[in-house]
Nanobody, 115 residues
């Protein structure tokens, strides 16, 4: 089993920045993919960004170069630096962990972009 602990969400004004963190613990296998998805009210969950244990990244189409994903393999932690936030980025952000044993989700952290 893998446990995911997310932190860093909150309320920010348009144009502001936030940094999300997600620490994984438990049955960690070195080869894995960690990432962030988000779900806004009435919409489907969508990929924000992901990063493999080897450092290969993928970003969702709506990110438009504003977010950066990174990870610290020694700490089994993934980070999402979000800049130039827009009201359309408001959603619950979920940490995701995938290895050959399966997929795990965090409980989610709310990000609200509003003036």
């Amino acid at each position: 089993q893998v446990q995911l602990v997310e932190s860093g969400g909150g309320l920010v004004q348009p144009g502001g920045s936030l940094r999300l963190s997600c620490a994984a613990s438990g049955s960690i296998v070195s080869i894995n993919v960690m990432g962030w998805y988000r779900q806004a009210p009435g919409k489907e969950r969508e990929l924000v960004a992901s990063i493999t244990s080897g450092g290969i990244t993928e970003y969702g189409d709506s990110i438009e170069g504003r977010f950066t994903i990174s990870r610290d393999n020694a700490k089994n932690t993934v980070y999402l630096q979000m800049n130039s936030l827009k009201p359309g980025d408001t959603a619950v952000y979920y940490c995701n962990f995938v290895n050959f044993r399966g997929t795990h989700w965090g409980q989610g952290t709310q990000v609200t972009v509003s003036s």
